[in-house]
């Protein structure tokens, strides 16, 4: 039994510093990414041009939608397929 608990111990002790976790970025890449993403929330970097699309270009974004519906979707992919254009048969 008493091995037992001093392997707790022993565990709880190596893992303590994993329960602590700095807040902030953990590099200059992630500091970065992280002010553009807020940049896009606040809406502070949003063009001044309102960007609309015409009726026509509307219908045919909704029609590519509606034909993506047409084809099915398989039950199973076949294995050793990856990377080939086609149906794989």
């Known amino acids: 039994m008493k091995p037992v608990i001093l ?3 022993w565990l709880l ?6 329960w602590a976790i700095d807040p902030g ?3 200059p ?3 970065q ?3 553009w993403l807020q940049l896009q ?3 502070e970097a949003a063009s001044k041009t309102v960007q609309t699309s015409t009726p026509a270009e509307r219908e045919q974004s909704l ?3 509606l034909d993506s519906y ?3 979707i398989p039950e199973f992919y076949d294995q050793g397929a990856e990377g080939k254009v086609g149906s794989g048969k």
């Open 7 to 9: 392997a707790g111990l």
């Open 13 to 18: 002790g190596t893992c303590g510093s994993a």
């Open 25 to 27: 970025p953990s590099s």
């Open 29 to 31: 890449a992630q500091a």
């Open 33 to 35: 990414t992280e002010a």
């Open 41 to 43: 929330v606040r809406g």
């Open 63 to 65: 029609q590519r939608w």
């Open 70 to 72: 047409k084809h099915p």
